[in-house]
């Protein structure tokens, strides 16, 4: 399902593993973003349902009431510096390749993976600093050539942000270029929700 692209190895690999800080996104002027409009509910992800098999607790129903991040230029940081080092760390491979099948999600444990296992590392990596996991949403969006992908989607108190394994930038969710097809509820992790009215076209555009 994944759109692949091979990941440069940059410098990244040395703040992710020193735990320096990147710079601040433009002088620490914080960008800004808008919420991503939704839908009724919709289909879970096969990959979701199997995944939850095997990490009950990654899945619990009980997750409290939906939350934003208080986007400050620290935790702004702090989630450019996971996405840019899970980038950098894990090799693009696809499910087919890796593991033989078709479509599975998981933590890429040999630094190999696909979009979503991406995105769920850099899941685990927010909630383990801190960040609340109603905030942190799995999210599958089309391309412009109609092909499939997934995203971490981000939701702060300054709108909903992408954090996606083919850019390092972490961007607002309008200007990733991608068509949103749906996403995790806040309410609960394993209710799916489309995201805007359906369309067979790639809706939003990357400015």
């Not at 009724?40 to 991040?69: H, K, L, M, N």
């Not at 693009?92 to 390749?97: E, G, N, R, T």
């Not at 939701?155 to 097809?181: H, I, Q």
């Not at 067979?200 to 555009?205: F, I, Q």
């Amino acid at each position: 399902m994944c759109v692949l692209r091979e990941a440069a190895k940059i410098l990244v690999l040395g703040f992710f593993a020193s735990g320096a800080a990147f710079p601040a996104a433009a002088g620490n002027r914080l960008p800004v973003s808008s919420l991503s409009p939704l839908g009724p509910e919709t289909s879970v992800p096969f990959g979701w349902v199997d995944f939850c098999q095997r990490y009950g607790g990654e899945c619990d129903e009980a997750q409290g009431a939906p939350e934003a991040i208080d986007l400050t230029p620290a935790t702004f940081q702090k989630i450019e510096k996971i996405n840019a080092g899970v980038n950098a760390k894990v090799d693009p491979v696809a499910d087919a390749d890796h593991g033989g099948v078709p479509d599975a999600w998981d933590y890429p444990g040999d630094n190999k993976g696909d979009c979503e296992d991406y995105a769920l590392l850099k899941r685990r990596m927010l909630m383990e600093a801190g960040f609340p996991r109603a905030a942190l949403l799995m999210t599958v969006v089309k391309d412009a050539r109609g092909d499939g992908h997934a995203v971490l989607l981000v939701r702060t108190s300054r709108g909903d942000f992408v954090l996606d394994n083919l850019a390092d930038e972490v961007k607002p969710w309008m200007r990733a270029g991608y068509r949103f097809v749906k996403r995790q509820s806040q309410e609960n992790p394993n209710v799916w929700v489309s995201i805007g009215a359906p369309t067979s076209a790639p809706m939003y555009v990357a400015k």
